[in-house]
Each structure stands twice: as C-alpha cells, then as structure tokens.
C-alpha cells in the first residue's frame, strides 16, 4: 500500500492490483472502468501487437470526499483519476485512447481539462490540427509533448486533442480536472490511428517521440515541461482538490476558457 498525497483527500494506491482504494468512509468515486490493450487496437504504433487481455488503465469517475462533491457540481465541474499500468505494446508505453473535447456553448473553442500527476511520471501528446472534422487526413498545426512529474500539473489547451501516456517503469496515476458539460471526440483520434505522434521507449528507459506517418506536419513537436501558473491554480507539489477548495472560482476558467488564452501556453517552457 502506498498513500497517494497528491490526491488532497486519503487514498491509497494498491501495489499488487494497481487499485485505488478510498481510506476514510467518507470518500468515494461514482463509476469503474478497466481499459484492455484489445480496445487500443487500431491506436497502437504497433499493428502486430495481438494481445488482447493486457490492462492498460483505470478510471474512477467523480472521486472524492462526498460532503465536498456538491462544491464541484455547483461549478458543473468533476475530478475523477486515471490509473496507466506500467509497460509498452511493442516499444511504445501504454497511453490513454486519446480525443479532443467538444464545444463550449457560444464560445467558439473547446473545454480545456487541468490534470495533475500524483504517481510516476506522464506525458501529454496535445494536437491542433486543421480538418478535425473532415474524413481525411488531418494537418498537425501545433503538437506540445509535456513531460509531467509527480505533483505537476498541466492544463489542456481549448481545441487540442490529447493523450496521456506512462513513460515511468511504474504504474502512474494522475487526476484530471474538467466541466461536466464536456464530452469527447474519439473518431479523428481512431481515423488517424492514435494521436500525432507516438512516445516509445528507449532500451535504457528513457523516451522517444515519433510523427505518427497518418497526419501531415506543418509544425515540429516541441517538447516541454510545466511551470506554475497563478491564474490557471497550478502550484507544484499542491493537491488541486484542496486549491479548488480553497479557491472554486479561480477554476471556473474550465467553463469559461475564452478570458485565458495566452495563460494556457505560458505553462509550458521548453525542455
Ligand atoms: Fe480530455
């Protein structure tokens, strides 16, 4: 059993499952779900990868203290944790499916989504592209690969499609922060065959990224890492469960993106 801090509320981490379990009574989460390698067919780097029953990662949706719940559904937001396994399929580690979010009403751009890393280390692959709606290949006009250690957090820029890959030996479990309100968009991602580029291993661990040869680029992935951002609430090492807490309508941004712009690229400095 390992307590995992970073959540802001007392859970945790099961070394022989990779679970999460609740350590107090009050705390909960409102759904469960398993990934397997088979539902990442046709996202892999790797088509000769044929195992089917590999668990890639977990979610637990709405977890939390259940007298503060109401503080996050009066802001119509959620905090809800995901669980990458430790691995690769072939030489590329094990990644959420990837997706871009939809709409926020009457805005013009996307929801954007705070995550936060609790356990191991993470990269996000984040896209914009050109003809996100159109049936054929789409043009990668920016590609951001944010590398994330334990207590860092990043904010999913409006409009960028977004992946969460485990580049750590260990299992990694991050949160994400996100308005109720956004749903995901999993077809130009699957059309595509993953996201715009892969993050492999290296044999002495460390990673690499490789353009995925389904996009176009009119821009190179620049890699980078997050700094704190005051008016986005990202504080290394600081729960974003408490900070909401302390501040709900700091995050309200996550409903109302369109006053934050430049803040969302000033998180990230070049690696
Ligand atoms: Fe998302």
Known sequence: MQELKMFGFPVVFDTTDDKLIPNADSVSFKAYSRKYSKGMFGLLADFSYTIEDEPYYDFYK??????????FTARALRYDSTVIMAGCAGDEFKKTSGHFHCEVPGKGMSYPEYYQV?????VFVMQKVEDEHTDGRMNVTDCIIAEVKAGQAIVIPPNYGHCTVNVSDETMVFINLVADASTNDYDGVKRSVGMCCYIKRNEDGSYRVEKNNNYDFSCEPRIVTPIDNDALGIYQDKPVYTEYLNNPEKFDYLTSPENNVQDYFDVFKTK
């Open 62 to 71: 709405a977890i939390g203290r259940d007298e503060e719940r109401d503080t």
């Open 118 to 122: 609790v356990k191991g280390t993470a």
